[in-house]
């Protein structure tokens, strides 16, 4: 409370000999660049008379760190000052922005920043970003954090997502049977599929539960199956799932499959319990050969964006009675592959 009152009483002084919010701005940031409070007074004495100087620097010998704490409060001043003087201040979409920005997640309030120039100020508020920051940090137990630059801390920190579902494009060289073919003379053909994880937030018991989904089907109809389904009551097909992991023909698994490709791709969905814990997801499911367990690496993958990357660490099967078979994961030192014919872990 002393605080405000020197800094209430500071910019009384000073709007009462009309200097300007942005002028003030510049000397304020000037004097923090000051040591000592006679190099204060000089820079002030551009725009304040010697009377009000003295009631200033009495103000600046019961608090010398009054300057810097007057700029932070400045600067969230000029915020709101830009917003109230904003040319469409008045419009339907501006008198939206106040409240119904507070109910859009990350995702969303990224793309207004990018698609909207005149909602991209209400986008950056102070307020927007620290009740999501503070609610994040003690939910994964993060550190404190600074209170300023809410928004630059909450996308900095490594965390797992759950606004979307992490992909991984794989492949390998098969090789092709000579004349098995009448319409081409490759001995090798590239194979494709991918592998999606969908790591969900904590239902009413607070239970982690994750998707899992291995296929080479269309990548808009695999992420609607995803999207779709519900984790707390989705139950893979044990039948389905060993089929896929079995060694018929594909011929005989079209015959098996259902012929909704959605409710086959359902069918092959592994629900997996998943924990975080520095800096690493830690994944768990069983299925008809044994238990998997993976560990993968949460990671930003390029400038802009923000923990929408996973990379392999290791990846084990255990069955009943024996030990966890480790599997090789392909990588060299720098993660990329080591055999570029084959690529089954990508990040």
Not at 155 to 160: A, E, K, N, Q, V
Not at 200 to 206: S, Y
Not at 330 to 337: A, H, M, Y
């Given at each position: 409370r002393a605080l405000s009152n020197l800094m209430a009483a500071l910019f009384d002084i000073l709007q009462e000999n009309q200097v300007a919010y942005d002028r003030l701005d510049a000397l304020l940031q000037e004097c923090s660049n000051v040591d000592n409070l006679d190099d204060t007074a000089k820079v002030l004495r551009r725009v304040l008379p010697d009377v009000v100087l003295d009631e200033v620097r009495s103000l600046l010998t019961v608090d010398p760190h009054l300057l810097s704490e007057c700029?932070?409060?400045l600067r969230q001043r000029l915020h709101e000052r830009h917003l109230q003087n904003h040319p469409n201040a008045d419009s339907p979409l501006q008198a939206w922005a106040k409240d119904g920005l507070r109910f859009c997640d990350t995702y969303g309030l990224t793309r207004f920043s990018w698609l909207c120039r005149e909602l991209r100020p209400a986008t950056m508020?102070?307020?927007?970003?620290?009740?999501?920051?503070?609610?994040m940090c003690c939910y994964w137990s993060f550190p404190s954090v600074e209170e300023e630059k809410w928004r630059e801390q909450y996308?900095?920190?490594?965390?797992?997502r759950w606004d979307g579902i992490y992909v991984g494009y794989c492949g390998y060289m098969q090789k092709v049977r000579p004349g098995s073919s009448m319409t081409t003379f490759r001995t090798s053909t590239w194979v494709s599929y991918r592998r999606y994880l969908r790591l969900?937030?904590?239902?009413?018991?607070?239970e982690l539960?994750?998707?899992?989904?291995?296929d080479a089907a269309p990548y808009d109809v695999a992420v609607s199956v995803l999207t779709s389904l519900d984790p707390r009551h989705h139950i893979a097909s044990s039948s389905q799932s060993?089929?896929?992991?079995?060694?018929?023909?594909?011929s005989q698994k079209e015959k098996m499959q259902p012929k909704d490709v959605k409710e086959r791709l359902a069918g092959k969905t592994m629900l997996a319990s998943y924990m975080f814990s520095e800096g690493n997801v830690y994944l768990d499911y069983p299925s008809d050969m044994g238990r998997f367990q993976a560990t993968l690496r949460v990671d930003h993958r390029s400038q802009g964006n923000f923990s929408e990357r996973l990379a392999w660490l290791s990846y084990s099967l255990t069955k009943e009675g024996e030990e966890a078979l480790q599997f090789d994961?392909?990588?060299?030192?720098?993660?990329?592959?080591?055999?570029?014919?084959?690529?089954?872990?990508?990040?």
């Open positions: 700029e932070k409060v508020a102070q307020n927007l970003w620290e009740v999501r920051l503070k609610r996308l900095s920190l490594l965390r797992p969900c937030p904590p239902d009413e018991n607070g539960r994750a998707l899992v989904l291995q060993s089929l896929a992991s079995s060694g018929y023909p594909a994961l392909g990588r060299n030192q720098w993660g990329d592959p080591k055999d570029t014919r084959c690529d089954h872990y990508p990040a």
